[in-house]
């Protein structure tokens, strides 16, 4: 079985700051990895995935998350944030062969303020 | 292309009422997922189900909850004489074919939010 731990339950920062929402995984076996975001209110939003490849993932608003295998995490960056990107962000994971569902973290509620 | 619908967004019920939430896919997605979000919890497993079957109800208790995807109409997920402790976000989602496995997003609706008084 697979499981994923955010340390942190809330991360504050100013706006224009930059910021990494911490996640790690365990797993025996190979895995997939993404991040969700949810706006208050509002069903979750996929933001990226590790599938295969290159290990640094970009999504389109300037986030981006590095698999680091060694250290089995998958830490979501943004170098400058913004007040709309307040929200709060899963991790998940899944198995990459059978079948496995996917496994969220408790997430990581980011206050961005001015 | 409309997303995963949800209704109700917001549902009371007094204990021991039924309550029944409805999941409409996404147009072409025939997998739908089941989550419930606890405050202060990552969103847990409940049940997968394609078309006329249950796949995997691993995360469902094994009281009080069902689910059902039938060949026509949306998923329903129900909950028989609801107790406090099942207030809840319940979120559906969706995928075209096989889910997050085989490295496909699932796509979340936006939630039923349950209270039970």
């Known amino acids: 079985a697979q499981s994923v731990t955010q340390l942190d339950s809330q991360v504050p920062v100013f706006e224009e700051a930059p910021v990494e929402l911490r996640c790690n995984y365990s797993s025996s076996v190979s895995v997939y990895l993404f991040w969700y975001v949810q706006y208050p209110n509002q069903g979750l939003q996929l933001l990226l995935k590790?599938?295969?490849?290159?290990?640094l993932v970009e999504s389109i608003n300037g986030f981006e998350a590095e698999f680091n295998k060694s250290q089995t995490s998958f830490h979501l960056r943004k170098p400058s944030v913004h007040i709309s990107d307040t929200a709060e962000y899963f991790c998940a994971v899944t198995h990459t062969s059978g079948y496995s569902t996917l496994t969220f973290g408790k997430g990581t509620m980011l206050l961005v303020s001015p | 292309n409309a997303g995963v619908m949800q209704n109700p967004r917001h549902l009371v019920r007094r204990r021991g009422q039924e309550a029944r939430l409805r999941c409409s896919p996404m147009k072409g997605h025939s997998h739908v997922y089941w989550y419930r979000q606890l405050p202060e919890e990552g969103l847990k497993f409940m049940v997968y189900?394609?078309?006329?079957?249950?796949?995997?109800e691993s995360g469902m208790p094994k009281e009080r909850f069902s689910a059902e995807f039938p060949k026509e109409g949306p998923s329903i997920l129900r909950i028989q004489q609801v107790v406090r402790g099942d207030s809840a976000a319940y979120f559906c989602?969706?995928?075209?074919?096989?889910?997050?496995?085989?490295?496909?997003?699932?796509?979340f609706g936006e939630g039923s939010w349950l209270t039970v008084v």
């Open positions: 189900l394609q078309k006329e079957n249950i796949i995997d």
């Open positions: 989602a969706s995928s075209p074919s096989k889910g997050a496995d085989s490295g496909n997003t699932i796509y």
């Open positions: 590790y599938l295969s490849g290159s290990t």
